[in-house]
Every structure is written in structure tokens, then in C-alpha cells.
Nanobody, 121 residues
Framework: QVQLVESGGGLVQPGGSLRLSCAASGNIFTINDMSWYRQAPGQQRELVAIVTSGGSPDYRDSVKGRFTISRDNAKNTTYLQMNSLKPEDTAVYYC???????????????WGQGTQVTVSS
């Protein structure tokens, strides 16, 4: 089994910053893509940022220039640095990882439990 544990959410004023972390643990052979999604009340879950195993990032347009995704492969951890936060960034943020548990296995999808980010004055 593989577990993803997120941390770093909270309440911040507009223009502020937060850093989310997501650590994967368990029976891990290799992790492919890692990403962050978010879901606001009454809305569908949306992809925020993704980072490949080689470290290449990509972002949804609304967060480009404000958010930075990174990963530490030695720690099986991904980070999301969020700057210049706006009220519309308020959502539950979920970590996702595509994980192979054995050399000959397929990759499976794993999700974290979610962490609340609230941007409000």
C-alpha cells in the first residue's frame, strides 16, 4: 500500500503565501508524475500543477507565475509553493501520484486526503 500525506494548508490573506507538502510512503518502487489538484465547493476537481519524474513542471493558466511545483525524489515528496494568493484560490488541495510498487507492475493512482486552503481578509 501507498499513502500520501499532505500538510501546509491554512488561512491566509489575499497576496499572502503558503507552501503545501505531500509525502508518499509505503511500498514504492518508483513514482511517475506527481501533481496537485484542487476542488472548490460546488465545483469539479481541477488540475493545478504537475511535475514529471524528471522534474519538468506544468501549470494551469490561472496559477502560472504565482505557483511553483517541485519534488524531492529522495524523499518521495512534492511541494507546491503558492504566492500572491487570491480568494479564488480557496479550495481543498489534493496531492496525486502515479506509483509503481514493483519493477514489473503497472502504475496505480494514489490520492492524499486533502488540505484546506482559504484565502480571505
Amino acid at each position: 500500500q501507498v499513502q500520501l500525506v499532505e500538510s501546509g494548508g491554512g488561512l491566509v490573506q489575499p497576496g499572502g503565501s503558503l507552501r503545501l507538502s505531500c509525502a508518499a510512503s509505503g511500498n514504492i518502487f518508483t513514482i511517475n508524475d506527481m501533481s496537485w489538484y484542487r476542488q472548490a465547493p460546488g465545483q469539479q476537481r481541477e488540475l493545478v500543477a504537475i511535475v514529471t519524474s524528471g522534474g519538468s513542471p506544468d501549470y494551469r493558466d490561472s496559477v502560472k507565475g504565482r505557483f511553483t511545483i517541485s519534488r524531492d525524489n529522495a524523499k518521495n515528496t512534492t511541494y507546491l509553493q503558492m504566492n500572491s494568493l487570491k480568494p479564488e484560490d480557496t479550495a481543498v488541495y489534493y496531492c496525486y501520484a502515479s506509483v509503481r510498487t514493483w519493477p514489473w507492475s503497472s502504475a496505480y493512482d494514489y490520492w492524499g486526503q486533502g488540505t484546506q486552503v482559504t484565502v480571505s481578509s
